[in-house]
């Protein structure tokens, strides 16, 4: 199993040069660029197009996501990169289904058929639908070309909340058994006097728990202390991705979301450190 990915640095974030061939005005792509997935981005009457992003330098990525989108399960996200204005690319990731499948063939219980594994349609709106696609490798590139096909949507129009696009953070030593799982159900529940129960039901969120072990002192203050505590702290957001090759854990288990609270890097033994990481997810 590859090691954790935690993406906290995103170029997205400081591009002024980010456009789509298809917006509504009052929802325009720029809204990709906040970490409030509430405020999305929307097509106008269009279940195709086209988001270019220009760095205007070169950058380091091997990392790409497109958050709380509205993609159907046939949906297709082409992701490319070039260093000449998309006259050529270094990088094309071809059409990939906007989906990974949830379940290995013979997964599910007999008489229950999944086309190709991926998730039913009310499977999709129990989590924030996210796309991931990881290079494999970093690469050094200026411009991002995005091209959704989504035909099958019936609202009749592309939506999304969030890019990502970046170098994503890989501990050199995972984290330590114990990773903890958890939905966070805020409902408010009274009874009566007559003993009926009622319910002021709250969206339901994730929270994952993990604790960082045994990382070099130069790779915990570096990639820890100084990019995600100092810079992101609570106040921003991450994605983790707990296992990135088995992209049936994906729906489930990845949590786009915010440092819940600063945990202090303690010294474990010579020159290696620990951390605790809580992260709760965003609605």
Do not use: C
Request: net charge negative; hydrophobic share 40%; glycine share 6%.
């Amino acid at each position: 199993m590859s090691n954790m990915i935690i993406a906290a640095s995103n170029y997205i974030d400081d591009v002024n040069s980010i456009t789509a061939d298809s917006e509504v005005a009052a929802l325009p792509v720029e809204n990709l660029q906040d970490f409030q997935i509430q405020r999305v981005f929307r097509t106008d009457g269009a279940t195709s197009v086209q988001i270019d992003v220009d760095w205007k330098a070169t950058k380091i990525v091997d990392f790409f996501a497109l958050i709380a989108h509205n993609l159907s399960i046939t949906a297709t996200v082409r992701w490319r990169l070039s260093n000449d204005d998309f006259s050529s690319f270094i990088y094309d990731s071809g059409q990939v289904s906007a989906w990974q499948p949830v379940e290995d063939f013979g997964g599910s219980p007999w008489g229950v058929f999944r086309w190709g594994g991926l998730p039913t349609g009310e499977e999709t709106e129990l989590y924030t639908a996210n796309t991931f696609q990881l290079l494999g490798s970093p690469l050094f590139a200026r411009y991002l070309r995005i091209d959704i096909t989504d035909d099958s949507n019936l609202e009749g129009y592309i939506q999304a909340g969030r890019l990502i696009a970046g170098p994503a953070y890989q501990p050199s030593v995972n984290y330590a058994n114990g990773v903890e799982f958890e939905f966070i159900d805020n409902s408010r529940v009274t009874k009566s006097r007559g003993g009926q129960t009622f319910v002021d039901e709250i969206q339901k969120f994730r929270v994952i728990r993990f604790e960082l072990i045994n990382l070099p002192e130069d790779e915990i203050f570096a990639n820890v202390f100084n990019n995600i505590d100092r810079i992101k702290g609570i106040s921003r957001d991450v994605l983790i991705i707990p296992q990135p090759d088995e992209p049936q854990t994906w729906l489930t288990q990845n949590i786009y979301g915010r440092i819940a609270s600063i945990q202090p890097i303690r010294n474990r033994a010579l020159t290696f450190y620990s951390r605790q990481v809580e992260v709760e997810e965003i609605i």
